[in-house]
């Protein structure tokens, strides 16, 4: 709608010279309407010589020139846009941004000469990122759903999990997932893990859409050891979404719901290995309140444009994230190698499972197939293989199944297999023998295999040191 209006009042711009000349020369001349039809549109080519008979004449005469001269400017800018696009389509991996505000500049920024700026038209590119509101971008999707068939498109989602998408190349990101994957990457978790015994306790003060995906993202990753004890404090409203994800209760690491506040815990945020202050109002008064309360000398704080301008921002104590900011690092909103690591692993299993050849044509096909459930369980095991490879170097050892002492190669599979299952806890399925007899009943979300790894059978246990020969041989895949 807000389209076709624009279009109208560059139509009603455009004919408002002739509407004028033909008042002045038909209305109050008395000029035959096929002669003054003729003048009017003379007087837009600047070829009306007589003097005008009436004022109207003479408005249209002066600005009918000024009307044609805007149209064939504008006209150049598109044709010069139109044809860049173009240049940029055929030479280079162009991606194409949709959006209004900061997003939007910031990764046409980073994407330099590969970045097309869409505007309010489809254009050709490779890939395309819709950062508007869900529903603009909702909207456009819908519109040049036909056009954009075969060509990956990332949408800017965050009231729907990638799983409510049915569409194998249209791809929701979530910006405070972004950051979350981000921070747990970057904080070295592996690391302290082990320094601790990997028995640590985790402070969340505030617990927004930011917290809920910090949460979710660490239950996925923050896996090192069979024996762990990560404990996640949460401070903040919770109570639907502990309703919602009953999962986590069944999760090894415990999560624990604070209704008090977080002044009346002080030795457990002074003794936490990680406090992380979310992005909230009055954060600067909370920041300041903690400093003086605790004498911690870390506190991981998740910030934004406010905080980055205050006297707080230098503070020695404080470990500023600017979040929305790593949300936008292009590495992070495409992700091509979290995602390509995915696709080589569904591929590795066809071709293992179903003598499916391993092409980069199949690999995109036997993708398509998957449901939006099963996608993201690849995209996790390939996000988690970031955490193992981090282990591995860690503990100086190669990735290469090959390579790898036997029980390391155990140590690896049971912690394969606690992802599996927390993947599967974290969309609220259960352990259950299905009636029919089959491994699982995805209607009632139930497994046979949700049990604990020393209780698989010794071939089942097998397909968990299977999936991580799988994991470690398409690190250096080709495709």
Request: charged letters at 25%; glycine letters at 6%; one cysteine or more.
């Amino acid at each position: 709608m807000k389209k076709f209006a624009a279009v109208g009042r560059k139509i009603i711009v455009f004919l408002l010279p002739l509407i004028c000349g033909m008042v002045g020369l038909v209305g109050q001349s008395g000029e035959s309407f096929l002669d003054a039809l003729y003048q009017c549109v003379g007087m837009y080519l600047m070829n009306y010589g007589d003097t005008p008979p009436n004022l109207w004449v003479e408005i249209a005469r002066w600005t009918a020139p000024l009307i044609t001269a805007s149209w064939v400017v504008m006209a150049i800018g598109v044709l010069r846009r139109v044809l860049g696009n173009w240049l940029r389509y055929f030479r280079e991996d162009s991606v194409a941004v949709y959006g209004t505000g900061t997003a939007k500049s910031v990764l046409l920024q980073q994407l330099g000469r590969r970045g097309v700026d869409g505007g309010k038209e489809l254009v050709p590119a490779h890939r395309y990122i819709l950062v508007d509101t869900e529903t603009e971008n909702f909207a456009f999707y819908r519109e040049h759903r036909r056009e954009l068939a075969g060509r990956p498109v990332y949408l800017q989602c965050r009231s729907l999990s990638a799983q409510s998408n049915t569409e194998a190349l249209l791809r929701f990101f979530c910006p405070e997932e972004n950051a979350a994957r981000l921070f747990w990457r970057q904080r070295g978790m592996y690391e302290l893990s082990r320094r601790q015994g990997h028995h640590l306790q985790i402070v969340f003060l505030g617990f927004d859409k930011l917290g809920e995906e910090l949460l979710l993202r660490g239950l996925h990753n923050n896996l090192f050891s069979p024996d762990q004890s990560i404990a996640y404090h949460i401070f903040g409203a919770s109570d639907r979404f502990a309703a919602v994800h009953r999962g986590i209760a069944q999760i090894e690491d415990p999560v624990v719901f604070h209704q008090e506040p977080w002044y009346t815990q002080l030795p457990l945020l002074e003794e936490a290995d990680l406090l992380l202050v979310l992005e909230q109002t009055g954060q600067a008064k909370l920041l300041e309140e903690l400093l003086l309360a605790t004498t911690r000398q870390e506190i991981d704080v998740f910030s934004g444009d406010a905080l980055a301008d205050s006297p707080l921002a230098k503070h020695p104590r404080l470990r500023l994230f600017a979040w929305e900011q790593a949300a936008l690092d292009l590495k992070v909103v495409l992700d091509d190698l979290l995602l390509a690591r995915a696709k080589a692993i569904n591929l590795r299993y066809s071709h293992l499972y179903a003598g499916v050849a391993e092409t980069a044509e199949n690999r995109e096909a036997e993708w398509a197939k998957l449901d939006a459930f099963t996608r993201e369980s690849n995209i996790s095991a390939a996000d988690y293989h970031l955490v193992r490879l981090d282990m591995l170097a860690a503990m100086g050892l190669p990735a290469s199944a090959e390579k790898l002492p036997p029980e390391t190669m155990e140590l690896l599979a049971e912690l394969e297999h606690i992802r599996w299952c927390r993947y599967h806890y974290l969309n609220n399925w259960t352990f259950g023998q299905p009636e029919d007899g089959r491994r699982k009943d995805p209607a009632r979300r139930v497994h046979r295999d949700l049990i604990p790894y020393r209780d698989l059978t010794e071939a089942d246990r097998e397909k968990d040191r299977e999936n991580i020969r799988i994991l470690l041989s398409v690190e250096g895949s080709p495709l």
